[in-house]
């Protein structure tokens, strides 16, 4: 076995359609493991992603995320990030809590510029303050605004929470994720739900870090042009001090339902001029984990035939119907273990509610039995493969999107078995694979999909919700105002 500067190379691939060759290594003193991907683009990308599974719903993993930026051992500023902002090159710079991780990317043109925002960056992930201050500015504190009035809840992540969740798309994820997945870290809300959030202590945020930003649950992401080797050697100083930990963070697979799930809840409307507020309705799939590349593709182009545009059958079904105002659901969702499909209507007026299951159902079955229109099909093919092809990532770095798509089967090491044989298999978690079609209620993986641009505010947010289209056992979910 080869070391170099700590590291011992799993496995090598030229990667010919992004231009890069990828080496993936582990550092065997800690195991932390490192995507390196090598190739002539100038916006240099970075990223350290933990698996946070959380372990209830008072957003620690989301709090712990605004907190590590508010001082560390070599940079004690109270907000190094925003100072960070204004005197850097980045073209990318944040902080994302997703439902089973917690991500720092970070993108830059310019070789020192990147050097010294992934310093500020592992120094902010390994050695934050964390004072009892910044736990109660980011997290939740008492306020009182005169003498005798009563207290309130007060705090940066709690008040964007309680932004959030007014959103009733929020609260219908929410509810939705609960019915779909609940044995599992996604039943509970990774941002925290405002009336969890006060349940929080610093004590269980100060060990949410000790237990999971360890080496031992990292991985590391380099892209561009800068020296792979001085990537080794500049990881290896950051890694070195830790020594190998077993951390008990792996996301364990929701069972199958023997038959499908309802629930029904309530969401505060806004004020209308006195119209009666109206439901949404949304049926919800849990698919499999997507172990081969041709079922995440084949995934993504069903998803484009169902109601990726205004003809399609599910969406068009749904809109003609008239049982609602707008499609309500996010599609595909590929942020959980075990992929998600959701599809539904919003503004459906009470005596309508209990119509829109039974013509999704009725379109899926008519699709399972009769096939789908081979034209679609093809329209669909060119279509996903154009913007494959194209790999138009807009402002959002390029190396950062190759990032997000890797990282959800490397999260929960599931080999690819379209790989050439690794050196040595990374270890296995993956359960047994799942049948494979959506109309089966069945298989996928996990990836980011939502493009997030370059800004300092938190993200979680729109990570969850996509503009448009459709989550295990065909739920559906009636969701009324209250
Ligand atoms: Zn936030």
Redesign the pocket.
């Known amino acids: 076995m080869t070391i170099t500067h700590g590291f011992e190379l799993l496995r090598e691939h030229d990667l010919a359609e992004a231009d890069s060759t990828a080496r993936l290594y582990r550092h065997v003193r800690t195991g932390a493991e490192l995507l390196s991907l090598i190739n002539d683009d100038e916006n240099k990308a970075f990223g350290i992603v933990f698996r946070t599974p959380p372990p209830d719903s008072t957003g620690v993993a989301?709090i712990l995320?605004?907190s590590v930026f508010c001082g560390s051992r070599k940079y004690p500023l109270k907000k190094p990030l925003i100072e960070l902002a204004r005197g850097s090159l980045a073209t990318f710079l944040n902080a994302i809590?997703s439902p089973d991780r917690t991500s720092y990317p970070v993108a830059s043109q310019n070789l020192q510029d990147f050097y010294n925002l992934i310093d500020v960056y592992l120094d902010a992930v390994f050695y934050p303050v964390l004072s009892r201050d910044t736990f109660e500015q980011e997290g939740w504190h008492y306020e009182v605004e005169e003498r005798d009035a009563p207290f309130l809840y007060n705090g940066v992540?709690f008040n964007?929470m309680k932004g959030a969740f007014s959103s009733p798309e929020i609260v219908l994820d929410s509810w939705s994720a609960k019915l779909l997945t609940p044995d599992t870290v996604y039943s509970h809300d990774s941002g925290g739900d405002p009336k969890s959030i006060p349940d929080l202590t610093y004590a269980a945020l100060k060990d949410f870090h000790r237990r999971y930003y360890h080496p031992s649950n990292a991985r590391v992401f380099f892209y561009g042009d800068d020296d792979p080797a001085e990537r080794l050697r500049l990881l290896d100083g950051w890694l070195a001090p830790f020594d190998r930990v077993a951390v008990e963070s792996a996301i364990v697979l929701q069972p199958r339902f023997v038959e499908p799930r309802r629930s029904q809840h309530t969401y505060v409307a806004p004020a209308d001029n006195g119209a009666p507020a109206k439901s949404f309705v949304q049926a919800n799939w849990l698919l499999g984990e997507i172990d081969v590349a041709e079922t995440y593709i084949g995934l993504i182009i069903l998803e484009n035939v169902l109601a990726g545009t205004p003809a399609s059958p599910l969406y068009r079904a749904l809109i003609d119907s008239r049982l609602g105002e707008a499609w309500a659901g996010s599609g595909l969702t590929v942020e959980f273990r075990q992929a998600v499909f959701s599809a539904g209507l919003r503004g459906v007026d009470a005596a309508n509610v209990d119509k829109v299951e039974p013509l999704i159902l009725d379109v899926l079955g008519a699709l399972a039995a009769e096939g789908i229109d081979r034209s679609m099909v093809e329209a669909s093919v060119n279509t996903i493969e154009f913007r494959r092809r194209e790999n138009n990532t807009g402002s959002f770095p390029r190396g950062l999107q190759l990032m997000r798509r890797a990282v959800g089967a490397w999260l929960y090491a599931i080999p690819s078995r379209g790989s050439p044989s690794p050196r040595r298999s990374p270890p296995s978690r993956r359960a047994s694979p799942q049948a494979n079609a959506i109309s089966k209620a069945s298989s996928s993986n996990i990836s980011w999909r939502i493009p997030i641009a370059p800004r300092l505010s938190?993200d979680?947010i729109r990570s969850r919700r996509r503009a448009r289209p459709p989550r295990n056992a065909a739920g559906s979910m009636p969701f009324a105002p209250a």
Request: proline residues 0%; aromatic residues 0%; negative net charge.
């Open positions: 989301h995320e605004h809590t992540v964007e938190c979680r």
